[in-house]
């Protein structure tokens, strides 16, 4: 079968022949139809991703949507090594098997449920998020980041506050919901005063993608707000700018943050079903918003070397594979 298969650690997919999957017990067969390039996906293909098995060659993908044996059309996450989405059949877990709404159309669905389920499963399973609740977005002109501005906001969130390095950026994540922006400047003492001044009103959860210096400057803020301040409920969930910290054992010791992660691993699998059902669910009633590029999975290569930007880069499988 015609798959995005990874030779070697580092190499980018090549559109090539893979040996065909059959389902193990709990597993069900996908014909697919859409699968996204998303860092996660880019990661374990470079080998670099803590979740990546390091078994080459194998096909590229973590998610995607397809139709299962009996006609059902679901998203589908974490296909077996060496299987993966990027391919015309693949196997995957039953449990994370799930129903795709029917006005939801293949590429929004395969762009949309993993960058949206990390906030999603953040606020709902790990941070607990409350209606009215004050959410701090760190690294929010990103692709997940924009989605978490929104939903946040969807989830009943009263105030959100949207941190990025792009300034033109963030004027754009102020269109989705964000209330307050805070440009990520390298001076880090006017950086954290003006994280100290949102926080001296109050933040309840912070979502960081980004890690590094500006999650330093976060969480040194949280603790200086004093006592006074509300407990906070720190979710790490991305490392775009550095996978290490240096942090201060008296920021923990004298404040009241809750530091935690969420991802695989942290999530259950039923907890990480649940959250991908309710997302889609939501993209079509509320209206998310992420762009999508959609390319034949035998472009691959181009499609791999062009990169994401901001939205997804989606792989369609179909007519042109059988035709192959």
Known sequence: MK?????????????????????????NRIIV???????????????????????????AGI???????????VYFAMPRAPFGSMAERTVAPSALCVTVPDDLDDVTAAAIANPGMSSWAAYKQRAR????????????TGTAGRLAVQIAKHLGAGKVIATGRNVESLRAVEALGADVTIPLVEDDNVLEE?????????????????????AERLLIAGAKAGADAAP???VQIGSVSGADITLPSAVLRASAIALMGSGIGSIRLDGLAQSIGELLQATVSV?????TRAVPLSDVEEAWAGGNGIGRT?????????AD
Not at 10 to 23: H, I, L, S, T, W
Not at 40 to 58: D, I, K, L, W
Not at 129 to 140: D, P
Not at 196 to 214: E, H, M, N, P, T
């Open 287 to 291: 209206g998310l918003e992420i762009s």
């Open 3 to 27: 798959s995005a298969v990874v030779l070697q650690a580092g190499q980018m997919p090549v559109y090539a022949d893979f040996q065909e999957p059959a389902p193990a017990a709990g597993e």
């Open 63 to 73: 998610d995607g949507v397809g139709r299962l044996d009996d006609g059902r059309r």
């Open 33 to 59: 139809a859409a699968a996204a390039i998303s860092p996660v996906v880019r990661s374990r293909a470079a080998g670099t991703h803590y979740s990546a098995s390091n078994q080459f060659p194998f096909v």
């Open 194 to 214: 003006s994280f100290k001044a949102q926080f001296a009103v109050g933040v309840d959860v912070v979502i960081d993608y980004l890690w590094g210096r500006s």
């Open 314 to 322: 989606v792989l369609t499988i179909g007519r042109r594979e059988a």
């Open 129 to 140: 998020l409350k209606a009215g609740e004050t959410v701090l977005v760190n690294g929010a």
């Open 232 to 234: 906070i409920r720190f």
